[in-house]
């Protein structure tokens, strides 16, 4: 709303009220606050394991021990909720290990759930990390011997996976393979399991992009051959992300995610405007990544970048916001 729109406000005073800055922060209309941030983590087998990430400065792969000294540090921080993404000992062509009773999330989630039950845990239902090739679903050959992945025989797995998650403990499920049809197996299996409660947090948007990359070194997820495209969204198509976003929905979502976020944020806007129901954005690796390297060449100031990029997040419509900068902004909030 413009000072056209408020009678008797001229326009004089409202420049005073944006030149100062206590002033500013009563008057400002979207505000950051750590209610809505989600912190993604790393974890791997071992014990007393730290591994840096170099594309991912001030966030590690973690094993079990060091995740739960993480989380203690997360929650007295005061943020709701973390993701875990899970790097096996060994991958096989079944990804056996995403939905393995003692598999690394399954021994994490029941960790944290024991250490920090009060913290938020949501698990990516996914099985690249876990196949040898590195894609997303089961791998099978085509009539014409080139490699495809099986979306109808990956859904039976993906469930199974969902299922395991939730047996350990896990408050939400966030599949993010973008196989048709994912949503609606794995709201069955869960029901069928005894865990109607259980929300699913659907990566219902998720187009194929090039900020991925950090991510990939992160979770030891490259694929193999190929690339994702096939089942990964076109970035050019805000229409069909759309449907995708009806169809999760209509499966059975109760979180619809948009990934990634900065150049999508029109598409964030839609699905809320559309939907209306909870909606997240995954800032992701790369978009982290090139703000921490512009600030270490003194190019901008990783604050202000941080804050105004996840505040962008928030002013499109995003109601919650998995970020690698959830520690930090809460630390800055304090300031």
Request: net charge positive; proline share 5%.
């Amino acid at each position: 709303m413009s000072h056209m729109d408020c009678p008797g406000f001229p326009a004089t005073r409202l420049r005073r009220l944006r030149a100062t800055p206590a002033l500013r922060r009563l008057v400002r209309e979207t505000r950051l606050t750590t209610d809505g941030l989600v912190m993604p983590l790393f974890v791997r087998p071992g014990k007393g394991v730290r591994r840096p990430i170099p594309s991912m400065p001030g966030n590690c792969q973690l094993s079990v021990d060091e995740l739960v000294r993480e989380a203690r540090a997360i929650h007295k921080l005061g943020l709701p909720a973390v993701l875990l993404f899970g790097i096996p000992d060994k991958k096989d062509e079944k990804a056996s290990g995403a939905y393995a009773k003692h598999g690394i999330v399954q021994s994490a989630v029941r960790a944290l759930k024991d250490a920090v039950p009060e913290l938020g845990v949501i698990t990516d239902v996914c099985l690249c990390e876990y196949t040898s090739h590195g894609h997303c679903g089961i791998v099978r050959k085509r009539r014409d011997g080139a490699l495809d992945v099986d979306n109808d025989a990956t859904l039976e797995l993906l469930a199974r996976s969902a299922v395991s998650h939730a047996e350990a403990g896990a408050d939400i499920v966030a599949p993010s393979d973008m196989m048709d049809g994912r949503v609606a197996a794995i709201r069955r299996a869960l029901d069928q399991h005894g865990f109607e409660q259980t929300p699913i947090m659907s990566y219902a948007a998720k187009f194929a992009s090039g900020f991925y990359g950090p991510f990939r070194e992160a979770a030891e997820s490259l694929p193999r051959f190929g690339d994702r495209r096939t089942y990964q969204m076109d970035y050019g198509n805000a229409e069909e992300a759309l449907r995708e976003v009806a169809l999760d929905i209509a499966e059975g979502a109760d979180i619809v995610m948009v990934k990634p976020g900065l150049a999508y944020l029109d598409v964030v806007w839609r699905v809320k405007e559309r939907f209306g129901c909870p909606t997240a954005v995954y800032n992701v690796s790369g978009e982290f990544g090139m703000v921490k390297a512009a600030a270490k060449n003194g190019w901008l100031e990783e604050r202000g970048g941080g804050e105004g990029m996840l505040t962008g997040f928030r002013r499109a419509g995003a109601d919650i916001i998995l970020t690698y900068w959830a520690k930090d902004v809460a630390r800055w909030l304090r300031e």
